[in-house]
């Protein structure tokens, strides 16, 4: 079946520093990604939907300069943080949206992000 | 605003049935139903999902109300495998999949 493949699994960085993840779509072209951010023992919040081609669509509260999202080509899209701080630590997850509603939601594993 | 609601925790014992319930009152008639469920430090992984009939897989069945407002994912015999925390989403025209709290299940040897 469809695969979603997210990059890094876990990443410990500096504070100030940039990182970046990737979210990758195998077997099938995603148009749009979702990017979801995690604190312990709470819920997916959706930060932000990339599209393929054109600026991302930002949530309310999500600073965009902050969270740097690039959806390059039809399998790719990626999340750079820039300018880490310990508060950014948290788990990010990534997923491709049904090509219709009908059909069901993929994700990738996710990336553990701990800032120091 | 995740448009479901859901209890925050519920309890089994192993090897008995589970119904995790779900409202989604403000559902519109294009919306699907998915589940979803999430161990600790992974992706959430698909469960089920639907839009008006009731739907059976091998993980689960979804029992949809008739005026699609509520809905059910039945376990139907809860393994320790089984515990996890369990999403509701509605499906929304322009695949807005927002998540609610959850329903953390725990089970019970």
């Known amino acids: 079946g469809a695969v979603v493949s997210q990059h890094p699994s876990r990443v410990i960085c500096k504070s100030g520093t940039s990182v970046k993840i990737e979210c990758r779509s195998l077997d099938f072209q995603a148009t749009t990604m979702f990017w979801y951010r995690q604190f312990p023992k709470q819920s997916l919040m959706l930060m932000a939907t990339s599209n393929e081609g054109s600026k991302a669509t930002y949530e309310q509260g999500v600073e965009k300069d902050k969270f740097l999202i690039n959806h390059a080509s039809l399998t790719l899209s990626t999340l750079t943080v820039t300018s880490a701080h310990p508060e950014d630590s948290s788990f990010y997850i990534c997923s491709a949206p049904p090509r219709g509603f009908d059909e069901k939601l993929f994700f990738g594993s996710g990336t553990q992000l701990s800032v120091l | 605003d995740a448009k479901t609601t859901q209890p925050n925790s519920m309890e089994s014992n192993e090897e008995e049935p589970v119904h995790l319930p779900c409202n989604h009152s403000?559902?519109?008639?294009?919306?699907?139903i998915h589940w979803y469920r999430q161990l600790p430090s992974q992706g959430p992984e698909y469960v089920i999902h639907?839009?008006?009939s009731n739907v059976n897989n091998r993980m689960a069945s979804l029992a949809i109300a008739e005026d699609r407002k509520s809905s059910t994912l039945i376990l139907h015999r809860a393994t320790l495998r089984d515990a996890a925390v369990y999403y509701c989403?509605?499906?929304?025209?322009?695949?807005?999949?927002?998540f609610g709290a959850g329903t953390r299940l725990t089970v019970k040897p």
């Open positions: 989403i509605r499906g929304s025209y322009n695949n807005d999949m927002r």
């Open positions: 639907g839009l008006t």
């Open positions: 403000t559902i519109s008639g294009t919306d699907y």
